[in-house]
Nanobody
Framework: QVQLVESGGGTVQAGGSLRLSCVAS??????MGWHRQAPGKQRELVAS???????NYADSVKGRFTISRDNAKNTVYLQMNSLKPEDTAVYYC????????WGQGTQVTVSS
């Protein structure tokens, strides 16, 4: 079992920044990712990172968001800059190896 706990969400004006954190209850050797789900929309992958640091981003966030990982702290981060109202969503941390685990989510609201 793995517990994932996200933090760092909040309300920010368009153009602002937020940094999300996700702490895992034990070492994670699988890729970790951030997903988001806006009201009335399907959950979508925002960014992912392997243990070795290889990253992947959704086209909508490239150049604005940066995912990083501190394996010693069992933590993955999502630095979000130049936020837009369309980034408003609940953001979920995730890891998938033999099993898939999700955090409880953290709300990000970007006002125009």
């Amino acid at each position: 079992q793995v517990q994932l706990v996200e933090s760092g969400g909040g309300t920010v004006q368009a153009g602002g920044s937020l940094r999300l954190s996700c702490v895992a209850s034990r070492s994670i050797f699988s890729p970790m990712g951030w997903h988001r789900q806006a009201p009335g929309k399907q959950r979508e992958l925002v960014a992912s990172i392997t243990r070795g640091g290889y990253t992947n981003y959704a086209d909508s966030v490239k150049g604005r968001f940066t995912i990083s990982r501190d394996n010693a702290k069992n933590t993955v981060y999502l630095q979000m800059n130049s936020l837009k109202p369309e980034d408003t969503a609940v953001y979920y941390c995730n890891t998938k190896g033999a099993y898939e685990y999700w955090g409880q989510g953290t709300q990000v609201t970007v006002s125009s």
